[in-house]
């Protein structure tokens, strides 16, 4: 069973354009939602996160719309760069104490010069 | 310091040998993980230790054995491991205690069993 579903699995945005990926969940037990970005060879770093008691958080060109009641989230990249080429994840944690993540099977964003 | 190191970052074992792979970090996290990556997949959760001690294990087999020797030290050791265990392994650290609290990823290990 799925928990964390991703899409598009992949995705091709001109310099400049904006990056949509989406993300829904199923289990109303996750509080805590983060999108991290992983480099080839790299792990993944944390790029922003939210949490369910806001619809929307803005860090620089990077933005997270949140909708509860859809159980959907999504990423939005502003001003897309070729240096943002990367996989990115969405993932879900539930208020256990601890940071466990289950991660949505991630988008491969491309975007050209 | 905000920095997972992992060592080493490439191993390269046959199914009959032992090795380790090693994760430290100094940002005082009190929780710390092991994820196993396959490739264009994303990570899956291995273990779980908080205050040194395992608290999840996500029914991973035997031959991947676990140990946190202290606060900044995690471990992972490998034994008769199998070719499609081949994969990025990646350490994790976090806060405890507070839900949502950023987890740090290491490089990761990239292993491959012949």
């Known amino acids: 069973q799925q928990q964390v579903k991703q899409s598009p699995q992949s995705l091709i945005v001109q310099k400049g354009g904006i990056s949509i990926i989406n993300c829904a969940y199923e289990?109303?037990?996750?509080?805590?939602f983060p999108w991290y970005q992983q480099f080839p060879g790299k792990g993944p770093a944390l790029l922003i996160a939210?949490?369910?008691?806001?619809s929307e958080k803005k860090e620089g060109r990077f933005t997270i719309s949140f909708n509860k009641s859809a159980k959907q989230f999504s990423l939005h990249i502003m001003d897309s760069q070729p240096g943002d080429s990367a996989t990115y994840f969405c993932?879900?944690?539930?208020?256990?104490?601890?940071?466990?993540?289950?991660f949505g099977k991630g988008t491969m964003l491309l975007v050209s010069p | 310091d905000t920095e997972v190191t992992q060592t080493p970052k490439h191993l390269v074992m046959g199914m009959t040998n032992k090795k380790s792979l090693k994760c430290e970090q100094h940002?005082?996290?009190?929780?710390m993980y092991w994820y196993k990556q396959k490739a264009k997949k994303p990570p899956e959760l291995m273990f779980v230790?908080?205050?040194?001690?395992?608290?999840i294990n996500e029914s991973v087999p035997s031959r991947f054995s676990p140990e946190c020797p202290n606060s900044s030290l995690l471990n992972l050791h490998l034994h008769a491991l199998q070719p499609e265990d081949s994969a990025l392994y990646l350490c994790?650290?976090?806060?405890?205690?507070?839900?949502?609290?950023?987890?740090?990823f290491g490089q990761g290990t990239r292993l491959t069993v012949v």
């Open positions: 994790a650290s976090s806060l405890l205690g507070t839900a949502g609290t950023e987890a740090f």
């Open positions: 289990n109303t037990a996750f509080d805590y």
């Open positions: 939210i949490r369910p008691d806001v």
């Open positions: 993932a879900a944690s539930k208020n256990s104490g601890y940071s466990t993540l289950t």
């Open positions: 940002m005082g996290h009190r929780a």
């Open positions: 230790y908080s205050y040194e001690k395992l608290s």
